[in-house]
Nanobody
Framework: QVQLVDSGGGLVQPGGSLRLSCAASGSLFSLYTMAWYRQAPGKERELVAR???????NYADSMKGRFTISRDNAEKKVYLKMNSLKPEDTAVYYCNAQKPGYMYWGQGTQVTVSS
């Protein structure tokens, strides 16, 4: 069992930056692939970025070059650094942990990009 707590969201102006954090509790964190998803109003949840237990990363096309996912296995944390934020990045962002047969979600953190 893994519990995930998301934090770090807020209101930011276009062009600004935020860093989201996800704190995990439970065992075997280092075995999980971790990811960030987001869901905007009226839209489906979409993958933002993913990092494997080996540290390999992949990003949705619209986030490449602006967002960076990282993990700290010793601290059981995952981060999403978001730069050059745009109004269309406004969404609830969710941390996700998965390995074969298991998937867990954080409660979400709201990111609003607006002037």
């Amino acid at each position: 069992q893994v519990q995930l707590v998301d934090s770090g969201g807020g209101l930011v102006q276009p062009g600004g930056s935020l860093r989201l954090s996800c704190a995990a509790s439970g065992s075997l964190f280092s075995l999980y692939t971790m990811a960030w998803y987001r869901q905007a109003p009226g839209k489906e949840r979409e993958l933002v970025a993913r990092i494997t237990n080996g540290g390999n990363t992949n990003y949705a096309d619209s986030m490449k070059g602006r967002f960076t996912i990282s993990r700290d296995n010793a601290e059981k944390k995952v981060y999403l650094k978001m730069n050059s934020l745009k109004p269309e990045d406004t969404a609830v962002y969710y941390c996700n942990a998965q390995k074969p047969g298991y998937m867990y979600w954080g409660q979400g953190t709201q990111v609003t990009v607006s002037s």
